[in-house]
């Protein structure tokens, strides 16, 4: 697991559990343990298995996981995903955290299979963008690739797009390719958001490797298509919904970028249920 999810654990369960539980030490002694279960309140697709397993045994290593299901399977609704079983102060201390987790994951891998369904057999790929969670990327971007699509460069860092701020700063468009391409890797790909057909032919004349076309009909993605007509590798972005996939996923779009993968994605419904006991161990 990667350092920087180890540090969000750390921070979700100091955020949450930083002053212990009292209403549980109240209530229950150090050595009363129930077991429990996490189900599915709806169908969907599960992600952040392992992180809610971490989770528990983070707050106490004698908190005994299963797995039920693998990140990306399909669960229906009903079903279990995960048993824990140990010490019951441990675990319902670990409870709201763990769940907090995999409903945000869950919620945007069912989003993102959603999407990914709605493009099959088109050829295009459903890409994600940096609007996610501060601090949360990695794991958003792994939940979007759990449910079926793929992901966007992680940071400004990756490679170069440039947008219309860059334009404006630099001047033109024309300048901004030029300065970026002399400063970029040989290997780099330059690519140029594009609003208007203007734009479209301006980044051709450039030499943009890939243009992305911004906040455009589908009528006017049309004709952008046929202006760049195998030229430069094509990316729509900007008001695609899950309705309108079919529209834009036409021939000559190699990629179609969904903010909503991870910025408008609801929490999956997931619950944790502790399961009957055979007697009672609360502090007497």
Do not use: W
């Amino acid at each position: 697991m990667l350092p920087r999810i180890e540090q969000l654990i750390d921070l979700a369960l100091e955020e949450d559990v930083g002053q212990g539980d009292v209403t549980s030490r109240a209530i229950f002694s150090p050595a009363h343990r129930s077991g429990a279960i996490v189900t599915a309140g709806h169908d969907l697709v599960i992600c952040g298995l392992e992180i809610a397993r971490q989770v528990f045994v983070r707050v106490d290593p004698a908190l005994k996981v299963a797995l039920e299901a693998t990140d990306g399977d399909r669960v229906r609704k009903g079903a279990t995903v995960l048993r824990v079983g140990g010490p019951t102060i441990s675990l319902l201390a670990a409870e709201r955290t763990a769940l907090n987790f995999l409903q945000r994951l869950s919620g945007i891998s069912t989003q993102a299979r959603l999407f990914a369904d709605a493009a099959a057999g088109t050829g295009v790929r459903i890409v994600d963008t940096r609007k996610t969670t501060p601090g949360y990327r990695a794991l958003e971007k792994y939940a979007v690739r759990c449910g079926g699509c793929h992901n966007h460069r992680f940071s400004l860092g990756e490679h170069i797009l440039i947008k219309d701020n860059h334009i404006a700063a630099a001047g033109s468009l024309q300048k901004a390719v030029a300065l970026a391409r002399s400063a970029a890797p040989h290997t780099a790909k330059v690519e140029v958001e594009a609003k208007t057909p203007s734009e479209v032919r301006a980044a051709l004349r450039a030499g943009a490797e890939v243009i992305l076309l911004d906040n455009m009909t589908p009528a006017q993605v049309r004709v952008a298509v046929a202006t760049i007509a195998g030229q430069a590798l094509v990316e729509v972005s900007g008001g695609v919904r899950l309705g309108s996939i079919a529209e834009y996923a036409i021939p000559g779009v190699d990629v179609i970028s969904v903010g909503a993968l991870t910025h408008s994605a609801a929490a999956a419904d997931l619950s944790l249920t502790l399961l009957p006991r055979r007697r009672a161990a609360a502090r007497r």
